[in-house]
């Protein structure tokens, strides 16, 4: 009877044995696994800093944007306008729209000199960037999705 408690006591205390290196690698093998993620959700926003894309919008239709390293041009056919705006990167994924010019069409859209967009890049996902913009004259932002074109 002692030699069948001892064979289960000593079968017990391997069967814990092999639970602990399991639960071990099970974290080592989590732990892996994030890490990945960390690193696969850092984007490469430089890759859209210049280029072309559109913007589709129920309220104002397409507008169609060619951005280069200081501009950004934005057509829009609905609105029958079409305008120019410095770039300013702040970093790598954030930059400013400045200095507004009508380059043709009547704008309804008056603004200021001062006016100033930011525009942060939250993700580059098939083929579209998503973004959120703010203004320096509301304390409204918007998030959308950009079409990239070429």
């Known amino acids: ?52 894309f559109e913007l589709n919008s129920e309220i104002s239709g397409k507008t169609e944007i060619l951005r280069t390293e200081k501009h950004q041009i934005e057509t829009n056919t609905f609105m029958n306008v079409k305008v120019q705006y410095d770039v300013f990167w702040l970093d790598e994924c954030s930059y400013e729209l400045r200095n507004r010019k009508l380059i043709s069409g009547t704008s309804k859209y008056a603004g200021q000199p001062t006016d100033v967009f930011k525009v942060q890049i939250l993700r580059i996902s098939n083929n579209k960037i998503y973004v959120k913009t703010s203004a320096n004259f509301t304390d409204q932002s918007f998030e959308s999705a950009i079409d990239i074109i070429k």
């Open 1 to 52: 009877m002692k030699r069948k408690q001892f064979l289960v006591l000593k079968f017990s205390e391997v069967i814990l044995k092999i639970d602990i290196i399991m639960i071990k690698r099970c974290l080592l093998f989590l732990m892996f696994i994030f890490s990945f993620k960390g690193i696969s959700q850092k984007i490469n926003c430089k890759e859209v800093h210049t280029g072309k």
